[in-house]
C-alpha cells in the first residue's frame, strides 16, 4: 500500500556526502529476489554469539524486558543462526561502506526501493517460524545520526579506548562498530529488533572485529522500560538516530536526559568520568 511504502521509504536515510567529520556533529544530537546467502559463514567465537542484557550478564528472551510487536518466539527465531545470518547477508544487500565511515564495510541496503523486498522476506521468515508482523528492517540502512556518532568515535578514540560502551537503538551496529574499532574494551549493540543483532555481527565479521580484542554483546532488550541502573555497567552510553518518531524521540530525549545525569555521566564535552554519545 501506499502508507506501507512510505513508512519503508522513511527507513532509507542517505548521508550527505557534504557532511564531514566534525566534533559539533555529535554535540547537536542532544535535543535521533530468492534468499541467496552471500556473506561469510563463519560465525564469531563461541561467548560472542549470545544475546547479552546491558547488565553483561547472559540472558534469555523470555527473561528480557521486550518492545512493543516483540515477543519471546520472534526472538527466538531471529537468534543469531545459518538462517538468520543468510537473511541480513541475501542479494538484496550489499558489502559496502557507509559515507561517513569508509573503514566500516557492512551489509547494507544498496537500492533504497529495495526496502519493501526485504521487509517482506523478513515477515516472511517470521511467519514460517513464528507469526507476526514486523517493523522495517532498520538494521540494513546506516541512519546518519548513527554515522554521524561513528565518525566522532573514529576521529576521537580517546572518547572510547579500554573502556566499555553501549550502543542504544544500534541497528546495522556502525557507532558499535567504530567503538570497537577504536579500541573499546567491551561493547554492546542494543536494539529491540532482534535482527539487528545477527546484522551486527555480520557486521563485525566483515569490519574483522569478530576475534579482536574487544568483547562483542548485543542485546534486544528494550532499555526504556528497565530501571535506569542498568547502564551503569558501561563507562559510555550512545544513541545516534534514536528520534525519528515525535513519540519515541520525546521517550528517549527524558530517558537520555536520565542516563546523563546519572551516577556520574556526562554528555560529551562537559566533562566527567563517563560520556553520553548523543
Known amino acids: ?33 530468492g534468499s541467496v546467502h552471500r556473506g561469510a559463514s563463519s560465525s564469531p567465537r563461541p561467548g560472542r554469539r549470545w ?55 557492512m551489509w547494507l541496503l544498496d537500492d533504497g526501493d529495495d526496502v519493501l523486498a526485504l521487509w517482506e522476506r523478513t515477515e516472511a521468515f517470521a511467519a ?8 522495517p528492517p532498520y538494521w540494513a540502512v546506516p541512519w546518519v545520526g548513527g554515522q554521524g556518532v561513528a565518525r566522532y568515535i573514529l576521529d576521537n578514540p580517546e572518547l572510547v579506548r579500554g573502556r566499555s560502551v553501549l550502543d542504544v537503538g544500534s541497528g546495522c551496529g556502525v557507532a558499535a562498530l567504530a567503538a570497537a574499532k577504536a579500541g573499546a574494551a567491551r561493547v554492546c549493540a542494543n536494539d529491540i529488533d532482534p535482527l539487528a543483532a545477527v546484522a551486527f555481527l555480520a557486521n563485525a565479521d566483515a569490519c574483522g572485529l569478530s576475534n579482536g580484542p574487544c568483547e562483542l554483546e548485543t542485546s534486544h532488550e528494550d532499555l526504556l522500560r528497565v530501571p535506569i ?15 525519528f518518531v515525535k513519540g519515541l524521540a520525546e521517550a528517549f530525549q527524558s530517558w537520555l536526559s536520565t542516563v546523563a545525569e546519572d551516577d556520574g555521566y556526562d554528555r560529551v564535552g562537559a566533562g566527567g568520568g563517563r560520556t553520553v554519545l548523543l
Open 128 to 135: 514460517a517460524s513464528s507469526g507476526g508482523g514486523l517493523c
Open 51 to 105: 544475546t547479552r542484557g546491558p547488565d553483561g550478564a547472559s540472558s534469555s528472551a523470555s527473561a528480557s524486558v521486550m518492545g512493543d510487536g516483540w515477543d519471546a518466539r520472534l526472538a527466538d527465531a531471529f537468534r543469531y543462526c545459518p538462517e538468520t545470518r543468510a537473511l541480513v547477508t541475501c542479494d538484496l544487500v550489499a558489502l559496502r561502506p557507509c559515507e561517513l565511515c569508509p573503514e566500516l564495510p
Open 229 to 243: 541502573s542498568r547502564t551503569r555497567a558501561y563507562d559510555v552510553v550512545m544513541a545516534g538516530d534514536v528520534c
Open 1 to 33: 500500500t501506499a502508507a506501507r511504502h512510505d513508512m519503508a521509504s522513511a527507513a532509507v536515510v542517505r548521508a550527505s556526502t557534504a557532511a564531514g567529520p566534525s566534533s559539533r556533529v555529535v554535540a547537536a544530537r542532544r535535543r535521533r529476489r
